[in-house]
């Protein structure tokens, strides 16, 4: 359905992201596995899709106070578990909603699995 369909790519995006930040680790698997041949298909929107799911990558940037210039990257580092890239998906607007490679970074060493 959601070949070459890009208003209905969105959607399912928007859901299948929505749904594995809320979801409990049992659960997650089974929304990984839908996501694989929503990824796969050969269509016009195969690099959006990845893009729209697991972000674009962007050198977090950010002026300090009482400092004149920006700051980037490194620059921002203060702790060892910090992180000087972020990763937005273009189709998400909201502040809790993350790409998918930002919520893996964010479960890293809670999770085992």
Known sequence: MCKDNAKLSKRVTKVFLRSIEQAHLDTVKGYLKALKPFLR??????????EWVFGIPEVVSRKVYGDSKCKYGLELIDRINEESTKFSSPILFGAA???LIAQIVKCKGRFDV
């Open 97 to 99: 909603d993350e790409a």
């Open 41 to 50: 298909a050969n269509d016009s929107l195969k690099q959006q899709k990845l």
